[in-house]
């Protein structure tokens, strides 16, 4: 939903002053970079001042700056701290929560061209990148030497490090290898006060200080920019087994995950997609698998040698206990392969049918087949087509609600949907997103998920290493009182 940064009730003198400071902002910016890396074409603007997230508001920037070094970043937040302009990272524009989304008078600040991999060390097993390199690209790389990056979104092709960092992005392996923030050693950052750090460490321990590497990561481009990242990598792992299970209905594979926890088994991915993405998915691709289930279930088992088959037996038994209609294992990597690509394919099939709200919820495995139910309890209420989708191996689901294109009473339905589902999340003990991040879809949600006392600690952080008030504002923590000392 574009809001325009100029509306009826502007006054002239309002319009004047807006026009009078763009014009400074732009001089400024054309005096440290090259014309050609400054867009002020609002046709263009457009397309770079929002992420994919449904409905988030947006407004046009003053500017999107293709930046190409770090060098570059600094010279911007500088600019920015002078004319006290807000400045907003932007990676791929894969983002699902509205944080890379521009507010009037902002730079948006497009990382998207920063794509080298200045290192890979198979000695010491880390990588060092800039944030616009693709997470896939990465993950081919590092295959070369014989290593892996483990996070692997669905984005995974069309998704950048940087952003995947900002929102400390999960995947489909998280379940056994954890995400994103895992695997960050260190960074190279330009703080809110328009100099340049690095933090963290590339040994494999280190204690020195606060960790402030953890801190960054997450937090959307509200504490600093970051324009390198030093990553953990680990060998290859072992061919891997495929498990399939059929269910009729959700609840009973949400009781299955639960028999797998129970079981003691921790697959290498273990995911959940319902009847109406799989009829997106076939009606896109022909892929034939909504003939005969309601629900599946694929997971992955990469134990080593022997292991990795009994252990996908003991998958396979866990499907059966929660009540699978069918399941079987397969080690045929190809046939895994195109399953696990299935799942990947099903956020983009629901999106050719109409405007698609996600969410990002994550809950305690034993409540998982409870927020299931609710679930589809909703999408009655609200009279809302809601899909599902679920890196259910560890809690977190994404329930994709579905509307007809320019209807907008059903926006008003689900947007309520939305609403409840978030609370019934909370009442359930879990926290309103797993790996998307807070932007300005979840403000309300993470109001109600944190105490008063952590928001103002937030917001205190957030003062100290933001004193002009100029990173990406508006994203990431609940809206307080302004902090003391803020200027």
Avoid at 315 to 335: I, L
């Amino acid at each position: 939903m574009n809001q325009h940064d100029r509306t009826e009730q502007d006054r002239p003198e309002q319009v004047e002053h807006q026009d009078r400071t763009a014009e400074r902002l732009l001089g400024a910016l054309g005096r440290v970079l090259r014309s050609e890396q400054i867009v002020a074409d609002p046709a263009v603007m457009s397309g770079l001042a929002h992420d994919d997230a449904e409905w988030a508001p947006w407004q046009l920037p003053v500017a999107v700056v293709r930046v190409e070094s770090t060098a570059d970043v600094q010279a911007v937040v500088q600019v920015a701290i002078e004319h006290r302009a807000p400045v907003v990272p932007r990676g791929s524009g894969t983002g699902l929560s509205g944080g890379a989304n521009a507010i009037t008078g902002a730079i948006v600040i497009d990382l998207s061209k920063m794509t080298k991999i200045k290192m890979i060390d198979p000695v010491e097993r880390f990588a060092v990148v800039q944030p616009g390199v693709i997470n896939d690209d990465l993950r081919a790389a590092c295959a070369e030497h014989g290593l892996w990056y483990p996070p692997d979104p669905a984005s995974s092709p069309w998704s950048s490090i940087g952003g995947n960092v900002a929102t400390n992005a999960g995947g489909v392996c998280c379940v056994k290898y954890g995400v994103t923030g895992d695997y960050v050693l260190g960074l190279e950052i330009v703080t809110g006060r328009g100099e340049v750090a690095r933090i963290g460490k590339r040994t494999a321990k280190g204690v020195a200080g606060y960790d402030l590497t953890s801190l960054l990561v997450g937090s959307e481009g509200t504490l600093g920019i970051v324009t390198e990242i030093t990553l953990r990598l680990r060998w290859q792992r072992p061919a891997e087994h495929t498990v399939v299970g059929y269910f009729d209905s959700i609840t009973d594979a949400g009781v299955a995950v639960t028999k797998i926890a129970e079981a003691g088994l921790t697959p290498s991915a273990l995911e959940l997609v319902d009847r109406q993405c799989l009829e997106a998915v076939d009606a896109w691709k022909n892929m034939g698998l909504s003939a005969d289930a309601d629900v599946i279930l694929l997971a992955r088992c990469d134990a080593p040698d022997d292991a990795g088959a009994v252990e996908a037996a003991g998958v396979a038994a866990a499907f059966d206990a929660g009540g699978a209609t069918w399941s079987a294992a397969t080690d045929d990597q190809e046939e895994g392969d195109a399953l696990f690509a299935a799942r990947r394919l099903a956020y983009p099939a629901l999106e050719r049918l109409g405007p698609v709200l996600t969410e990002d919820i994550c809950l305690p495995l034993r409540q998982v087949p409870a927020m299931l139910a609710r679930i589809q309890q909703i999408a009655v209420d609200h009279e809302t087509t809601i899909a599902n989708i679920a890196h259910v191996g560890d809690g977190n689901l994404h329930p994709l609600l579905i509307t007809p294109i320019g209807d907008e009473p059903a926006r008003v339905r689900a947007q309520a949907a939305f609403a409840d589902i978030i609370a019934g999340c909370l009442e359930l003990g879990g926290t309103v997103t797993g790996e998307h991040g807070v932007g300005v879809l979840k403000l309300n949600g993470l109001a109600s998920e944190l105490s008063p006392v952590v928001q103002r600690m937030q917001a205190d952080v957030k003062a100290a290493l933001d004193p002009y008030r100029i990173l990406n504002p508006g994203k990431a923590i609940a809206p307080v009182d302004n902090p003391e000392g803020d200027t």
